[in-house]
């Protein structure tokens, strides 16, 4: 089985940074797209920002310039950097991984609040 473990939420003020981690386990052979998605109060889940193997990123136009995301291919782990936070951010953030094993399938992380407020 996979597992993917998030770490890094927490209570921020508006204008400050969090560091979101997300490590996966499991017996697989790869991983392909690593994502971070969000999901607010009343609100549908959205991507954040997503990676690629080769590192080609893309992200959701509200935290284009304040969020990076990166991943250690070696660790199996995908970072998410978020700087200039608003309250707008408040929300619980999920990783994702399509992961390569006997099949493919996208695993989820258990999610971590981020709550930015004054």
């Known amino acids: 089985q996979v597992q993917l473990v998030e770490s890094g939420g927490g209570l921020v003020q508006p204008g400050g940074s969090l560091r979101l981690s997300c490590a996966a386990s499991?017996?697989?052979?790869?991983?392909?797209?690593m994502a971070w998605h969000r999901q607010a109060p009343g609100k549908q889940r959205e991507l954040v920002a997503a990676i690629s193997p080769g590192g080609s990123t893309n992200y959701a136009d509200s935290v284009k310039g304040r969020f990076t995301i990166s991943r250690d291919n070696a660790k199996n782990t995908v970072y998410l950097q978020m700087n200039s936070l608003n309250v707008e951010d408040t929300a619980v953030y999920y990783c994702?991984?399509?992961?390569?094993?006997?099949?493919?399938?996208?695993?989820w992380g258990q999610g971590t609040q981020v709550t930015v407020s004054s």
């Open positions: 499991g017996r697989f052979f790869s991983i392909n797209t």
């Open positions: 994702a991984a399509d992961v390569i094993y006997s099949n493919t399938k996208t695993f």
